[in-house]
């Protein structure tokens, strides 16, 4: 008989759907490859519930009522809102032998008084954090705080009392020892979709010398990009994401929005940069990238330099003369993809480690 696993997500999205994170997309990732070996139930309290999008998971997969309050209400029922899905879900499906949880649903893992239960806490942010995010801004530490409270202060317990803790860089490894003083660790990196597969995606023959770059928050350093762009008048800049408010920019920069495509996305640019300056937990664009035949560059921030085979791709200071003339050399001689590299990403690998490491805790 199948061992049943429990996965708990405030947010769990098709790949096709929008709204789409490279934390959603690895998560979706996970639970697919756990589903073809355990008795797998996802539970998600996503807004936006799409189960045509789902694919084999929708019959699988309970979407909870979303919570409709907010501020300090939702602080008094969020835990007794988990409470209620965990005994419901044990009441229609049975007692898991594994509870999964991530990000804001971690307290669930202290719900099983019988301790029979083994809970995996997957960490691939800093949403549990607090006020500590690494280098983070005061506002992303204010929104830490709120999370903190959100939870009822129990997601750190719950971290330190798994039996596992999945995180996805040996940057986050590190990070989550440090803060939460527990070395039950495992890095399973996020996996590299299938759409990259393939053979390199074909280069747009109008941007002949462009340089990408994604942004989606404050610490993707946008200002940097802009200035770089001054610097660099004879390249064009393609800004993908949505920007939250108008940006002022050279005529050389090109804003894109959200491209759902992703392989379209990284054929508008041979060069791609991430000159975050906060600590990244990993950096999927950087590997997207490489997967689809580009050059990259990264700044030596958090799992950054995990994300690229050699430290020569990655850059120490914001100098601008230096990442542009980085950018000019790799124009001219692009960087090969290193495929022996990229091999640890490819999606059927990372599934068979969550199945080793699932199958190792709770037996297959």
């Known amino acids: ?56 998971l929708s019959s699988r997969t309970v979407f909870l009522p979303a919570p409709k309050s907010g501020g300090l209400r939702l602080v008094v029922d969020w835990n007794r809102m988990l409470r209620r899905a965990y005994d419901e879900a044990v009441e229609n499906y049975g007692r898991p032998d594994a509870i999964v949880a991530i990000n804001d649903t971690l307290p669930v893992l202290m719900l099983d008084e019988t301790r029979q239960v ?50 996805n860089s040996h940057y986050v490894d590190r990070t989550v020892q440090s803060h939460f003083g527990t070395t039950r660790t495992k890095v399973i990196y996020p996996p ?67 491209f759902p495509n992703r392989r379209e996305m990284f054929s508008k640019a041979k060069v791609w940069i991430v000159p975050s300056k906060w600590s990244e937990p990993f950096g999927m664009v950087s590997v997207e990238a490489q997967a689809s035949g580009r050059s990259v560059f990264v700044s030596n921030r958090g799992g950054l330099p995990e994300t690229v085979p050699t430290p020569d791709r990655v850059l120490s200071t914001f100098d601008r003369g230096l990442w542009a003339r980085r950018i000019n050399e790799a124009f001219e001689r692009p960087q090969m993809p290193d495929r022996d590299f990229l091999e640890q990403f490819q999606l059927d690998r990372i599934g068979r480690n969550w199945l080793a490491t699932l199958s190792q805790l709770v037996g297959s």
């Open 192 to 258: 590299l979709s299938n759409i990259f597969a393939d053979s390199p995606a074909q280069s747009d023959p109008s941007a002949p010398f462009t340089v990408g770059f994604v942004t989606r928050s404050s610490g993707k350093n946008l200002p940097f990009v802009v200035a770089l762009a001054k610097k660099m008048p004879e390249a064009n800049f393609k800004i993908f994401g949505n920007l939250t408010a108008p940006l002022m920019h050279p005529s050389n920069v090109e804003l894109m929005g959200w």
């Open 118 to 167: 083994k809970r995996i806490a997957f960490v691939q942010a800093y949403e549990n954090f607090g006020v500590f995010c690494p280098q983070g801004s005061l506002v992303e530490r204010l929104n830490g705080l709120k999370r903190s409270l959100k939870t009822g202060l129990q997601s750190k317990k719950a971290i330190q009392t798994a039996d596992l803790v999945v995180v």
């Open 1 to 56: 008989m199948r061992k049943s696993v429990f996965v708990f997500s405030e947010y769990f999205r098709g790949l096709d759907q929008s709204g789409l994170t490279g934390g959603v997309i690895a998560l979706y990732e996970a639970v697919s490859a756990l589903a073809q070996a355990f008795e797998l139930r996802i539970f998600s309290f996503d807004p936006a519930p799409a189960p045509e999008k789902l694919g084999g």
